[in-house]
T-cell receptor, first 115, second 116 residues
Framework: AQSVTQPDIHITVSEGASLELRCNYSYGATPYLFWYVQSPGQGLQLLLKYFSGDTLVQGIKGFEAEFKRSQSSFNLRKPSVHWSDAAEYFCAVGAGMDSNYQLIWGAGTKLIIKP | NAGVTQTPKFRVLKTGQSMTLLCAQDMNHEYMYWYRQDPGMGLRLIHYSVGEGTTAKGEVPDGYNVSRLKKQNFLLGLESAAPSQTSVYFC???????????????FGPGTRLTVL
């Protein structure tokens, strides 16, 4: 069965520092990959997605993610975080009919920004 | 476009009461989903629909029913509410892609439900 692992429940970084959030998945074929962000009290918003092509994808708010097939990973990065980036981040994987038309969600990583 | 809207935004129920949550989307999306989100539990899929008139169970369907009589609406019903159903409920919709893949899921703002 497909699965998604976000190993870090919480991450604390200083404002202005770089950020990397990890996401690993288990699926035999190439999945469709997504990163979403959820600010407190809000719904989820798409940051970026990868379906095919260039394995480095750019998203909104200065985020990027790199698909590494050999490592089954799709890590999210940002060179310099801002206080407004404090939120919860979810990685999700789509496996088409293999996942019954659903997205398989990671448990989320809560990002805390130190001033 | 309003995107995905959810009604109501907040609700307090007593144990045993029933209610219906309404989700509406104006993007002509084929797929629609109901999730619940609890602290430390991430998103869990309750039910979903891949087209008008079709529904399917997700990870945590017990105690809930759904209907999709119109393409743009997806209703979630609680027949006899229990305190364990206290949660934030999110609806999402997406475009269908090849081989059953879902495109970006667009989320509503959520309904905060408390069952006493």
């Amino acid at each position: 069965a497909q699965s998604v692992t976000q190993p870090d429940i919480h991450i604390t970084v200083s404002e202005g520092a770089s950020l990397e959030l990890r996401c690993n998945y288990s699926y035999g074929a190439t999945p469709y990959l997504f990163w979403y962000v959820q600010s407190p009290g809000q719904g989820l918003q798409l940051l970026l997605k990868y379906f095919s092509g260039d394995t480095l994808v750019q998203g909104i708010k200065g985020f990027e993610a790199e698909f590494k097939r050999s490592q089954s990973s799709f890590n999210l990065r940002k060179p310099s975080v801002h206080w407004s980036d404090a939120a919860e981040y979810f990685c999700a994987v789509g496996a088409g009919m293999d996942s019954n038309y659903q997205l398989i969600w990671g448990a989320g990583t809560k990002l805390i920004i130190k001033p | 476009n309003a995107g995905v809207t959810q009604t109501p935004k907040f609700r307090v129920l007593k144990t045993g009461q029933s209610m219906t949550l309404l989700c509406a989307q104006d993007m002509n999306h084929e797929y629609m989903y109901w999730y619940r989100q609890d602290p430390g539990m991430g998103l869990r899929l309750i039910h979903y629909s891949v087209g008008e008139g079709t529904t399917a169970k997700g990870e945590v369907p017990d105690g809930y029913n759904v209907s999709r009589l119109k393409k743009q609406n997806f209703l979630l019903g609680l027949e006899s509410a229990a305190p364990s159903q206290t949660s934030v409920y999110f609806c999402a919709s997406s475009r269908a892609l090849v081989a059953g893949h879902t495109d970006t899921q667009y989320f509503g703002p959520g309904t905060r439900l408390t069952v006493l």
